[in-house]
């Protein structure tokens, strides 16, 4: 009787293993979420300082569209970007930088968001390339 009853009932050892395997699961599940909370921290100083440094314009005078490749910090009362192009003489000038977005009437072309105004069309943002690897991470 007493071997049957053994068999029946786990033992104290088996009882101690089923513990260590749930306290791992959580410290597992304990890494797992911190690990996704500093992440969340990460992207949002990071969007928050993008958004703090404002808009980010190119900026030129010049007869070559391709020669327009500074870029200037755009104060605040700026909030968009424009180029505008006029002929004399056969001759084309191009003006870029930034402007309100009162002033976009006309003959100046305004755009939104950093480095809009360009010839050649940017990439995707820093921001974008992190987020779409952020969420690969959890996915993943």
């Known amino acids: 009787m007493r071997t049957m009853m053994s068999s029946k009932y786990p033992s104290f050892s088996m009882k101690k293993e089923v513990?260590?395997?749930r306290a791992e699961r959580k410290r597992s599940s304990f890494t797992q979420l911190t690990f996704m909370?500093?992440?969340?921290?990460v992207l949002v100083l990071f969007l928050a300082f993008s958004v703090a440094l404002g808009l980010?314009?190119?900026?030129?005078?010049s007869t070559e569209p391709k020669s327009c490749t500074g870029t200037t910090d755009c104060?605040?009362?700026?909030d968009r970007c424009f180029s505008l192009k006029v002929e004399v003489l056969n001759?084309?000038?191009i003006t870029k930088g930034c402007q309100h977005n009162a002033a976009c009437v006309g003959p100046i072309s305004c755009c939104e968001g950093n480095l809009c105004?360009?010839?050649v069309p940017t990439g995707p943002g820093v921001i974008l390339l992190l987020l779409s690897s952020?969420?690969?991470?959890?996915?993943?």
């Open 56 to 61: 980010r314009c190119y900026t030129c005078a």
């Open 91 to 93: 001759t084309a000038l």
């Open 37 to 41: 909370m500093k992440l969340y921290g």
């Open 19 to 21: 513990k260590v395997k």
């Open 117 to 119: 105004n360009g010839a």
């Open 75 to 78: 104060p605040e009362i700026f």
């Open 134 to 140: 952020a969420l690969m991470m959890l996915f993943i």
